[in-house]
């Protein structure tokens, strides 16, 4: 933890959260939905996409490119599938409804399908496999983002991070939940890096020259101006498997935006051409599957319990102490910060404060006494 950050109870920072979404004039219950998304990624350990998002939103709402209010709407429907539409609405609120649309249709057909098109950032993706793991299911979902990837053989952003997300029940503490981006790291621990003063490991980014940048706080400059992107899993080129990410990224940016009538590509950069903010039109997918429809659920959790165990009990590399099943660290770092509660950087307090003055929120209500934080003026990070 840097020496700069300070430790912040879940709770405490659920409800400060939830009343900014609130102040900014998202109905209580959607609140509820945004605050709990955001949480449950510090919860998890993902820093880069909890409380230290918050001002992203609040940002977005306040200059008009997103509404607080989501007024979701069925486009099309079919007893397994649907297309929704948020009507640029919390892409939280769009994400938990749909996703429980597709499990509600599982249940009767088998398998759920669901899309959203005209939506915004909906947080951690895997939030919503979450969601269908805890109610016997396996969830698979993704959603475009604005242009942060180069193809493979390119040095331009085209694509964004592009989550390819699933979670799947069994019968140890926890699901088994892959969630990661189509990139090899996400914009967010890239500012982390930078706010910590370290430089990204070479292979990440690469430079409109084609060399491998290391420089976070450079990066994250070059990568609004499109003098450099991140690069898919794999890395650059093709040695690597480069291509392989690539085209996984391409892949849930046709199942996000082509099946949602989204934006897609460069047209999610939200800017016009002439530079002024203007809606996201993201896209997402949700999929769920009926494990009941296939297999008796006991005895295919602890199918999923043996194999898991198999791997995890693999002869270990030197040096290394512990081989690891996807959503393991995630549950043992929710039950530490559970019960210590998490680091917030000083950026991170230094955008709480700038909202709380703003919206007139006492932050000695939520325990948190910010004065030696120096805030001047509003800075607009690129969101």
Not at 24 to 44: F, Q
Not at 167 to 196: C, L, M
Not at 328 to 340: D, L, M, P, Q, S
Request: charged share 25%; hydrophobic share 40%.
């Amino acid at each position: 933890m840097s020496e700069d950050s300070t430790i912040v109870q879940l709770d405490t920072m659920r409800r400060l959260m939830e009343d900014i979404f609130v102040k900014l004039g998202v109905p209580k219950e959607d609140a509820k939905i945004c605050a709990d998304v955001l949480i449950t990624s510090d919860r998890r350990g993902i820093d880069s996409h909890g409380c230290a998002r918050l001002y992203m939103y609040y940002i977005r709402i306040k200059r008009g490119q997103q509404l607080p209010k989501t007024n979701l709407t069925i486009e099309q429907e079919m007893p397994s599938t649907a297309r929704l539409s948020a009507n640029n609405g919390m892409g939280q609120v769009a994400a938990t409804k749909a996703m429980q649309m597709a499990i509600d249709k599982a249940k009767k057909t088998g398998i759920g399908m669901v899309t959203v098109g005209q939506s915004n950032h909906f947080g951690i993706a895997g939030y919503y496999a979450l969601m269908a793991a805890n109610q016997d299911m396996i969830g698979i979902c993704g959603t475009n983002a604005r242009p942060a990837i180069a193809p493979t053989w390119s040095v331009e952003p085209k694509l964004g991070t592009n989550p390819l997300t699933i979670g799947v029940p069994t019968d140890w503490e926890f699901p088994w939940i892959a969630d990661h981006a189509t990139s090899i790291v996400q914009r967010g621990k890239i500012e982390i890096y930078a706010r910590e003063g370290r430089d990204v490991v070479p292979g990440w980014v690469i430079d409109e020259n084609g060399n491998a940048a290391t420089d976070a706080n450079q990066i994250l400059q070059d990568l609004l101006d499109k003098k450099a992107a991140l690069t898919p899993l794999g890395g650059i080129g093709e040695d690597t498997g480069g291509h392989k990410g690539y085209n996984y990224a391409t892949l849930v940016e046709i199942l996000s935006a082509t099946l949602s009538k989204a934006n897609f590509l460069s047209a999610t950069i939200g800017l016009d051409k002439d530079g002024n903010s203007i809606p996201y039109n993201l896209g997402h997918f949700f999929i769920a599957i009926n494990i009941s429809a296939f297999i008796n659920l006991k005895e295919f959790k602890k199918t999923i319990g043996q194999l898991l165990r198999e791997l995890s009990s693999s002869k270990l590399a030197p040096d290394s102490d512990y081989v690891y099943v996807a959503g393991e660290k995630e549950h043992i770092a929710e039950r530490k910060r559970g019960r210590n509660g998490f680091p917030i950087s000083k950026e991170t307090q230094k955008q709480i404060k700038i909202m709380a003055n703003d919206l007139n929120l006492n932050l000695v209500k939520y325990n948190m006494d910010l004065k030696s934080i120096e805030i001047g003026d509003e800075v607009d990070t690129g969101w």
